[in-house]
């Protein structure tokens, strides 16, 4: 069984910062690529940034140099700094990797995803 495990959201004012955290535990042989999607109110979930396991990175048009993706492969963890929000990032954010288990299957997960809400 794997898990992705999401944490960091909250509260900020605008031109704030916060950091989220996507830990994957269980039994993993390898991840692949991570990817940070996020999900408005009444909006179509949308792909946020993404990092592929040699540390390669995309982002969306919306958070190109606000928004940072990084992860640490030695402790299976995903993280995303977001500075300078505003509050059309207000959204429950996911986090979603490709990981092959133990047993030599892939799968897609996801976690459960995180509340920002970005507001004064």
């Known amino acids: 069984q794997v898990q992705l495990v999401e944490s960091g959201g909250g509260l900020v004012q605008p031109g704030g910062s916060l950091r989220l955290s996507c830990a994957a535990s269980g039994s993993i042989l390898s991840i692949h690529g991570m990817y940070w999607y996020r999900q408005a109110p009444g909006k179509q979930r949308e792909l946020v940034a993404a990092i592929t396991s040699g540390g390669s990175t995309n982002y969306a048009d919306s958070v190109k140099g606000r928004f940072t993706i990084s992860r640490d492969n030695a402790k299976n963890t995903m993280y995303l700094q977001m500075n300078d929000l505003r509050p059309e990032d207000t959204a429950v954010y996911y986090c979603?990797?490709?990981?092959?288990?133990?047993?030599?299957?892939?799968?897609?997960?996801w976690g459960q995803g995180t509340q920002v809400t970005v507001s004064s």
């Open positions: 979603n990797a490709e990981i092959t288990r133990r047993d030599y299957v892939p799968h897609d997960y």
